[in-house]
Structures are given as C-alpha cells and as structure tokens.
C-alpha cells in the first residue's frame, strides 16, 4: 500500500485481489472510486447500492460521496470519503467476499466487506519515525487531435460538399481567424504538471503491557489543469492498547482525524473545449478573454470553482475479559464523522458576457455520523483433537445522514461570497435522515485434528427502511473445510504436495441498500399550487417492502507445492438475488412516476478466482517471488416475468448482463452516410431494444470485464528491493474518441483516429450525412476494445545497512523511488481505458523520498 504514490488507499488495492474490481473515475486526488465485489447484485437505482461495507478499525466508514449523500448539492466530480484514510497508517486491508466470512457484519456486507486496520504500537522500545517525499506527474494520454491545416482541409471540404459559402458568421475558422494559428487545446487544458508533497513522523513504542503509537501526516497535491487547484490533506492518529499483568483484561483505543481541503475546477472536457478549432483565438487584442460566435472561450470555466472541505473523526474503543478459562466477554464501541462542506464560485466572467448571466454561489454543509455498540461473547473448549469456539453477539448502529444547510444565491464581492450578508439567497433547503440498524447473532466453529473443519452462522437483522412488519429477517450460513494434506495417503504418496485444502461455504444474506423511509409515503417542498410554493408527493408508501436477499456459494481448492514454494488457489462462485429492491411504474394521476418495490426477478453473478504465489529463487543473496491473479466473472439477469410492463424493459434483458450494451447493427457506411439495419422491419429507425419488442437495438455484449487482474514481482538483493506490478482489465466501450470529435467538417477539431472513418464531410448537422452520424456514433461500428494492461507500479528502495545507519546517530534509513502509471497498453481510443470519460486521467506520477527510524 505504501509503495504506491496514491492519497486513496483503495487504488493501491487495484488488480491485486481476485474478485475485486476497482475502476477510478478520474486521475485527480480525491475522485470517487467504484469498487465491486464480484459483480452487481442488485438493479437499484440508488448511487453505491452495489458497494461493499468499509469497517476501518472496527467501526462501519461510508464510502459514497457524501456531499451528494442527501439534498440538492451537485458538483461536476465526486470526492471519495476514502481519500480522508491516510494508506502510511494502514497495517492490512482485508477482502470478505463470501457468505461465511460476511457473516459477521450481516446485511451490512451484503455486497462483500474491506476491513481496514490501521497500525498499532509495539513492545520493542520507543521508535520515532520520519518519512518524506515529493514528486511530480503527468497526465498519461491525451488524444491526439488534428493540426491547423488538417482541420482547414476538412472544414473547407465539407463546405464544397454542401455547395454552401463559408461566411464570417457559419465559418470564422474559415473566414476570420488566423489560417496559421495553432493551440493544442489538450495540453493547454490538462498538459501542466501536478506537484506531490507527503510528509509524516510518528513515534511509537510500549512495553509487553502497554503500546502506543502517535503520528501525524501533511499531504499536497496539484492537477494537471490549466488552473491552479490542489488538494490538501492533515492526517492525525492516536492508538493505546493495555493488558493486565494476567493478561486477563485487555482494552485498545484508537482516535484519528484527518482533514482534507480540496479546489478542484469546475470543469470537464468535452467536444466544446477539447476539440475546438486549432485556430480559435483565446483572447482579443486588448487581452481580454475572445468569444467567437457559436463557441464558448475554453478558458472561462476555468474561473469557476468547486472547493470541499471535509473533516473525518473516527473513534473505536474495545475492551475484553476473560471471566473463566475459555470464555471472554468482548464489547466494541465507536464513533465516525464525515463532514463536508462545498462551495460552488461561478462568476459571471465564466460565461460568455452576452448572455449577462449573474455570479451564482452554491453553498452546502453535509455529514454522516455513526454510532456503533458490538457486544460479544466467545467460549473456546479444547479436548484432545477436538477444537470448539462458539460465539453470540450482537449489534447496534445509527447513522444520521444531515444537511444543514443548501443554499443557492448571488453575489457582487466574490472576496465576501462566503458570508451570508453579501449573498441574495435565492433558494435554500435542509434534509435530514436517520437510519437504524440492530442485528443479534451466533456462530459456531468447529475443528477436528486441524483437518476437518465447519462452521455455521445465524442471525436476526433489524433495519429501520422496512415498516414495521417486515424490518426484521433471519439469514444463516454454513461452511465446510477439509486439509486432506494432511491425510496419511497424501503425505506418503505425494511428498511435493505441502499444502491441500477443499472448502465449501453457502449462506443468505439480506440487503436493505435503499433510500431511508422507501416504506413511507413522503413529501418534498417545492410544487407550486397558483402562487404559492407548496408540498408534493416525493414518493408513495409501500409497507410491504422487504429484505431483497442474496444466496452465496464457495467452492475453492488450495494447493501448496514444493514447502509452499508455490501456492495455487482456484476459487469458483455463484450469487443469486432475489427479491430485487427496485421501482414499479404508476399511472401519472397518482403523483408519482413509481414506487419502491420488490421486484420477481434473480439476478446472479458466478466466476472463477484464482490466485497463483511462487518463490522463484531464494539463494541467500537474492529472492525473487511473484504473486499473479485472474478473475473470470459473469453477470446475468435470469429472470424477470414483469420485465415487459416495467420501467426496466429498455434498460435489461432476461439471459443477459445488468450493464448491457445495446447499440444499433451497422449497415455501413455509404456513400459517406452511416446507415443501420432496420432489425423489427418496421420501416423506420427507432431506439429501444428488440429482444424486448421495442425498437431496433441489438443487444452487443455488456460494459463489464470479460477478465481482470493483476502480476506482481518482487526482486531483493542485499538491502535494494524492487517491485513490479502490473494490472489489467479485458472489456469493451463505445469508441473513446466520440467524446472529443462531433460530425467531420462541423466547425469542431477531430482526434487523427476519427479521420478514417469514411464519412463525408458536411459543414452542418441538419444535413442528411450529419443527422445520421447519430446512427454511426450508437452502432455496433463505435464499439471498441477497451482492454488493457497497466504499468501500475513500479517501486525501487534501498535500506542502509543498520552498521551505517547506526553510526549517524539513526536506527535505520530507507530511500525508495516510486513510479505510478507508468506505461499503458492499449488499443483504446479516449483519454483512458479505465476511466472511460472525459476526465482527467490517471497521471503518471513520479516520487521519490526517504524513511528514517531513530
């Protein structure tokens, strides 16, 4: 984790853990990142439905942004909560995927479960650490567009191909502005270079009863942007932990709090910027900003702003006596809040003058803050070769969503918008949600000779978004291992067979992912009755709702070889849901377009894991170890009797993936016009999907990874180690240049990649060959390989021997150079295969710093 230059400590689990898919959204510090744990379980509308539970230190830590968690506030970006935990204070990371080892969280792990401990201290004397680094990055792709000529060639070709005269009005490309001027708007936008800062000291010590460890971290990093923005992070943490002399009382504390300051621009790259004309003048002679007619000034937006303020508090505290030999009574409490609050700066001189649009400020205040109390009691009997553990426990949550304030208003002094008195508050709002959760349990786990092995849970979930008489639901699971290496017939028969295992788990597991109050008929502000703003239906009640529930089952193999030398692990799985939580459409006089429901329909995700170790040499001097991964999953909707009556019958098909990609069937290109296949023969093109009776869309494949993962290796000789990873993902997308390019000849710039195509060039959109670019653009024909494999990390250290380090006054001295994203191979024409946007990209980062102990 620490090897990686990343300020989001999930990034640094990407491609390294079967099963867990990672996709960031974006290359700039703070974005939101989509985690999935073997596939999406549910068709619920609502943002991080499929996520999985975050426990950092014992305590349940939200992972949607929360600034859009409830309300009305909507920046251009998201920022991940994720980004608050420091990854230098993280010890492990633990993934739970199925039913048996997300037992113990319940209905919260419905979607898998990240456990996240953080360090703690140690025994060996007082340690005072330091660690510096500083490096820099770069955006790794821009699409590379047409030159001045080029573009000219096309543009003055599609006028001659629409018999249309280029005037100062329909062409100042043509007509008016310098033929040889050039700007390279993808570098001018993102080209800059971002700027890492992190620095840390922390001490730590104790003796066999009592640990501690203390420590502090300042990040800074800079985007790639045209303007200067940066994200700032302070990272605090305490931890204490205590024994009795008899070791029969045991407590551990841990507090941190971190702060995160993030200026980000509000701005995205699309067609209007990115692509304009290589010609376009950015500013007129008395250096004011130009704005040519029917295009917008690529550097205006860039004076507005979005910046977030967050601040996490997390506290957990955990005590344990043993009342009799065998049997402790365990309790965990803990406290977590994040707490965000947004600004949103768009003065007027970010949009073209003639449309005199006023300075807006948008102003927000959002947090979540979780309570938590964990009892707990465990007996452990040993009895020959007999080893028994029982546990039953329980749990109690409450999580406040709130907002205090949202208010939307204009402003003259933009060095005073922040205070209420300089803004005309035109709109204002405040919302509030509270959620409760309490769950009691019992496990059993039992072991015979370290060679038989089984397991089973049951437990009663309560959630306060079912109504009274569906809120609680009962789910168990059961597990069986067997270690048949450690049989007589295996030891004496296969003497290089040093490690066989075969395990098995089933399990249900509920998930109550759905907004709060869904039971409930509710109302919103804001209808208008004549005059007056008065209150309006914001969705109708249904006290039937229940837990939608997922049914789990794990079949694995390990394998160890040669001492362990080599380690092989096959896992295979499948998940099936039901009792989908979804909507239901209702005739419009009712108020409301539909109402949650659970929906007749399964859904199920199966694939193949595995997971490959090796110790390639060892000799003393020099070790080389590699660590290799591959995930094969599939996604599927089996079946939905309802589907042709519901809202989802343009959106899913039975037999076929949640993220289906359905596009129009290609009929070529000709004479310069895209054409597609009228599929229903009905004689006209119309959208919709025909597996469903619904219009001329074929289904054509999905959006999910065909395969992913990842290829680790480790190099170590005398004090220097290297690290090489590299990490991968197969999967399709619509062509990423689209985003950058509209109609050859239209009056915007083309990536060089979209200059093949075939398509006659035409000056304007209304023309036959320009109205039917949305037929090529939603074809089979724009469908790409997005697969590819990243350089992801590359990390090369040095310890000083301790003989040196010692004789300077220091316990020991680690310098490292770390490389992120450095190479990407692909055949994918956007920005990026893995952000699939028009975000910045990963950068391409380079860090270099030192670790020193004293």
Known sequence: IVKQPVSNPIIAMQGRVPGLFINQSAGYAGANVSVVIRGQNSINPLPGSSSPLYIVDGVPFGSDPVERSIGGFSPSFNFSPLNTINPADIESIDVLKDADATAIYGSRGANG???????????????????????????????????????????????ANDNITPTAANAPDLTVWDQNAYTNFPKLLIGNTAHQTNAGVS?????????????????????????????????????????????????????????????????????????????????????????????DNPLAAFNSSISLKSSNLNATAVMRYSILPGLDIKANGGYNLIDVKGMIISPSRASNPAYNSPSLVTMNNNYIRTYLAEPQLTYQLSAGKSNLKLIAGGTWQRTETVQPYWLLGTYTNEKLVSSLGATNVLAKASDYADFRYTSVFSRAEYNWNEKYLISANIRRDGSSKFGANYRFGTFGSAAMGWIFSKEDFVSENLPWLSFGKLRASYGTIGNDKIRDYSYQSNYQAGATYGPLVTLGPDRIANPYLKWEQTKKFDLALDLGFLRDKILFTAIYYRNRTTDLLGEVPLPGQTGKDFYTANLDAIVQNQGLELELNTVNMDNGKFKWISSFNLTIPENKLVSYPGLMISTYNNRYVVGESLNLRTVFQSGGIVDGIATVVDVNGDGVITNGVNANGKGDFIVYGSNDPKYYGGLNNTFTYKGFQLDVFLQGTNRTATRGDLNFGAYPGTGYNLPKSMVNTGLLYSSTTSSDAGSKYYYFANSDASVESAAYVRLRNVSLAYNVPVTFSKKIGISSLQIYARGQNLLTFTGYKGIDPETLTNQVPPLKMFTAGFRTTF
């Open 113 to 159: 479960v990240i456990l996240i401990t953080t360090k703690k201290g140690s025994s060996n004397g007082t340690d005072f650490t330091v660690d510096f680094s500083q490096g820099f990055g770069a955006a790794s792709n821009l699409v590379e567009m047409l030159g001045t000529k080029e573009y000219l060639d096309i543009r003055r070709q599609a006028f």
């Open 203 to 295: 001490v730590s010590g104790g003796n066999m009863y009592t640990q501690f460890t203390l420590g502090g971290t300042y990040r800074r990093e800079s985007t790639v942007y045209h303007s200067a923005t940066d994200d700032k992070a302070t990272q605090l943490r305490l931890s204490v932990q205590h024994k009795s002399v008899d070791s029969k009382f045991s407590t551990a504390a841990s507090i941190s709090y971190n702060t995160d300051n993030n200026r980000i621009p509000s701005y995205n790259l699309n067609l209007t910027n990115y692509g304009l004309p290589p010609n376009y003048p950015l500013y007129t002679g008395d250096g004011n900003l130009y704005w040519g007619p029917g295009y």
